[in-house]
């Protein structure tokens, strides 16, 4: 029986409106219960950094978490989330050990460090292009307008796509998350995925085949070039990137701006001291994660702080909580700028670790930098609503209205 309601009736996944600030309740979980099993959702929660920090990268426990998405669609969407199946299972996100290891390698071609770099330039134009529309209003949905576009533009130019076409893979963008996101699963969000997958697979090959005939540097070229992979294997992966490097990178650019904007002491010293946006953008991922929660399958049986997780349970493992570990961070309720450069869970560990952590921290700094530069006097917009989204496994503002005074800042 639990001794206390947030460990029962009260747990912090199974209220919303906890959703709003959980940090609280996962300080209480993390120190009294910290491996801990929740009947309702039939699953392991898993708080403290070390234990999190090490099953991230424990191969007894399994990335493979697929299936349940297809069980856990209706009865009548799911013959069509099935003809998804062959491209979800292409994902280097659900694979294990040498599987996991030949895609992903094959897909890092595409992703060097020196791509990145490349892409720095069209960040910064897709980011004065975005303010220069919203300049002479004086005022911007800063997530929106945007920290929501802005990654998709990157996103639009890594893979080659064409200005024109942006919108439609923003469109698929929001129905993968949708369906991902979003449960439980509707008939609604199923047939939105399995359309849009349809489309975007179709999409995809044809961009191959088009970067493969062209040659080139950018991500699809190279990854034609290498040719280590199928085109299934190709189209499936861009589907994942998309999933996993759109609204991630919304809600670290929206998180950021919130927290600086709401903290003036620590905004004062980003404005004195612009070299100091990396931190910001590290502090950020640090104290608000855009992805809470990382979910694993026990391949065998497996003991975690004196509890017994059995082969075939899931395991949730909370970057959240972790990341707040008094054990690992001084006073790790406060957002510090001045914080020693951190090892913080928010891109994840080990093999998995975020493939796209290095472009990701290359948005969000020239996200801030230049909204921060081009808008002096930048702060909250009284007269507008923050909205936010907040999920089990995803936190970030949906609308964030700022607005700044004072002459418009040069290009
Ligand atoms: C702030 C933004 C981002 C955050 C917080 C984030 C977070 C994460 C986390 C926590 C993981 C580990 C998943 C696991 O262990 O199961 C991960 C993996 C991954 N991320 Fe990101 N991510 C971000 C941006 C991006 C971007 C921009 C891309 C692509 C361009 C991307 C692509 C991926 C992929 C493909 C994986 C799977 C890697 C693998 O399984 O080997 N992410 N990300």
């Not at 998804?84 to 992903?104: C, F, I, N, Q, S």
């Not at 949905?141 to 439609?168: I, K, M």
């Not at 010293?269 to 590290?282: N, S, T």
């Not at 998995?352 to 969000?364: M, P, T």
Request: charged share 20%.
């Amino acid at each position: 029986m639990p001794t206390d309601p947030r460990e029962g009736d009260e747990f912090v996944l199974a209220v919303p409106a906890k959703l709003d600030d959980p940090f609280p309740d996962l300080a209480y979980l993390r120190e009294h219960r910290p491996v801990f099993f929740y009947p309702p959702l039939n699953s392991w929660f898993v708080f403290p950094y070390d234990p999190v920090h090490d099953l991230l990268q424990d191969p007894r426990l399994s990335s493979d978490r697929m299936r349940g998405f297809v069980d856990a669609a209706p009865a009548d969407a799911r013959p069509g989330v099935r003809t998804m199946v062959p491209y979800l299972e292409t994902w280097m996100l659900m694979k294990d050990g040498a599987d996991h290891a030949r895609v992903r390698g094959h897909l890092q071609k595409g992703l060097t460090p020196a791509v990145v770099k490349r892409l720095a330039g069209p960040i910064r134009a897709a980011a004065d292009a975005l303010l220069d529309a919203a300049m002479p209003r004086g005022r911007l949905d800063a997530a929106g307008e945007y920290a929501f576009l802005l990654p998709a533009y990157v996103l639009s130019d890594l893979f080659g796509v064409p200005p024109a076409d942006r919108p439609r893979l923003i469109a698929w963008s929001l129905a993968f998350v949708g369906f991902f996101n979003v449960l439980p699963i509707t008939t609604q969000t199923a047939g939105d995925f399995v359309r849009s997958g349809t489309e975007m697979v179709a999409y995809a090959r044809d961009l191959l085949a088009n970067r493969r005939a062209a040659g080139g540097g950018d991500f699809l070229a190279a990854v034609a070039a290498d040719g280590g992979l199928t085109d299934d294997e190709v189209a499936g992966n861009v589907m994942l990137l998309l999933l996993a490097g759109h609204l991630a990178v919304r809600n670290l650019v929206g998180n950021a701006l919130w927290l600086l904007l709401t903290r003036p002491d620590q905004f004062a010293r980003v404005k004195a001291d612009p070299g100091l946006i990396p931190a910001a953008v590290e502090e950020t991922l640090r104290f608000e994660p855009p992805v809470t929660l990382i979910p694993r399958v026990a391949l065998e049986d497996v003991t975690v702080g004196g509890q017994s997780i059995k082969a075939g349970q899931v395991v949730q493992l909370s970057l959240a909580a972790a990341n707040r570990d008094p054990a690992h961070f001084p006073d790790p309720d406060r957002f510090d700028l001045g914080r020693a450069a951190g090892h913080h869970l928010s891109f994840g560990a080990g093999v998995h670790g975020c493939f796209g952590a290095a472009l990701a921290r290359e948005v969000a700094t020239i996200a801030l930098e230049t909204l921060i530069r081009r808008a002096p006097g930048l702060r909250l917009d009284p007269a507008g609503k923050i909205a936010w989204y907040r999920n089990a496994a995803n936190r970030g503002p949906s609308v964030l209205p700022v607005t700044w005074g004072g002459a418009p800042g040069p290009g």
